[in-house]
């Protein structure tokens, strides 16, 4: 069965995610502040929405680098 994670969790597993990938600090603080405000969303399936377009968005953004 799938863990459910806090958006506390999740949000302390993606800036440990940021550095094991030498993320500038830059795009960390950019990118937590879009997250934060995904976890503020009440209807949680615009959240989920918005989530999966956030985690879309950092992956190109990795790809991209290498």
């Known amino acids: ?10 949000r302390q597993e993606l800036i440990e995610w940021f550095k094991e990938n030498c993320f500038l600090e830059e795009r960390v603080r950019y990118y937590i502040l879009i997250f934060d405000k995904i976890s503020k969303l009440k209807d949680i399936g615009i959240k989920r929405e918005k989530y999966l377009e956030f985690q879309t968005e950092i992956l190109d953004e990795f790809d991209n680098r290498i």
């Open 1 to 10: 069965m799938n863990k459910r994670y806090t958006d506390k969790e999740r």
